[in-house]
């Protein structure tokens, strides 16, 4: 049986219809393409028994990444990533009738929702963040600021991590589900041509007041709960990493053997096919940690794993697309070319964890790795 990219235990048996994809041009930004997973069923498809209170299929949510990675830019896949496998997962947190309905707007990709978790401060020290929320006259108040935040020019509605009390104690830290529409909310798009398709800006909340049924789950869960659906995003993520490099690295092949040098081609100089191999190689490698690993940070929420799965796609997704970037040579230059596709592609080493800091959680966990990969039969 031929091994693919998703595992053989992914499997549903519920039909996986890509064709309302294939009617968008490659050029569909986020929000575009968001409306078109969501008109296809592919949003709800993407959850356990369709539900997302019931948590990702992370293979399921794989395969539509795949899918969405094959036909559309980086930014246009980010802008859906962070969507279903945090934004929607968080979202579903909320019990009121407000956070129900714009679920259900989300889920059929009528609306979309912005993941707020990232402040003016550095977003590599999320306890830092300065966002707060205040409960007024019974109402709440918010107010802060929030850069490089995905969706942001095209979400409805914001789901906003604010602190309610000051210091940097885990239980500090509370979600809000913020209109876009309400007064105190500027929004503005980063200065950024490589992610625009990703409608990632900057927002920001002056004094604005809500109902106090805008708090998504209970006061002081902000942090284990986002805790919990970012092992998903990491493990999405390396699951996008390996379709990424996979279909990176096939046209990245096609260009080689048409490219002419000398009497036969690039692809017959020995030093760029062993470069090329050892890009399949690293390839291999984090869809193998991905199978190995998926099932425990999917179900056993093992953030271990989520960070060495984190650390290695950063890795290998930075490497593979280096090398065929460069093995484009000047045509990698042209606009939309491999090279704008590696720049994109670096964010897997930055966005949500930058690799250092999923290797100290890795490191702090290190002896726990270890005695797993001690060979059961010489334990003592
Ligand atoms: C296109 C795009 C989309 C994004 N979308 C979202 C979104 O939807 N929601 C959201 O909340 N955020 C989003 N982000 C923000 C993203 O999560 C942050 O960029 C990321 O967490 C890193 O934070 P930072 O940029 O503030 O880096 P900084 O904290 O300024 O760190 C910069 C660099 O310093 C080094 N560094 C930092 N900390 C350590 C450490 N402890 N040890 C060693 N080295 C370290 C690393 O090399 C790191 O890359 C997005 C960013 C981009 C670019």
Redesign the pocket.
Known sequence: MPETAFPAHAPDGQAFEVGALDALPVTADGQEVWAALGSAGLIAHCYRDGAVAAGVDPWRLGRVLAAVDARFSIAAT?SAS?QLATALPVLAAGTGPKAERALARAVTGEAVI?????DVT????LTALRTEVRTTDGRLEVHGRKT????TTTAQQFLVLARHRAGRHFTHFTWVLVPADVPGVTVRPAD?AL?AR?G?GHVEFDHVLLERDHILGRTGMGLPGFARHIGTERLAGALWGVALCRRVLDSTHRHLVGRQHGDGTLWDLDSVRQRFAACLVRTRELHALARQLGEAVAYGRDATAAATLKAAAGDTVGHVLGECAHLWGAAGFASGGMQEIRAQAA?FG?????T??VL?TVADNAEAVLAALEPPDTAV
């Open positions: 980010l962070v912005a993941l707020a978790a990232t550095a977003g590599t020290d490089w935040i995905s969706n950024s992610f990703s990632v964010l930055i966005g949500g964890g930058a250092e800091v100290s």
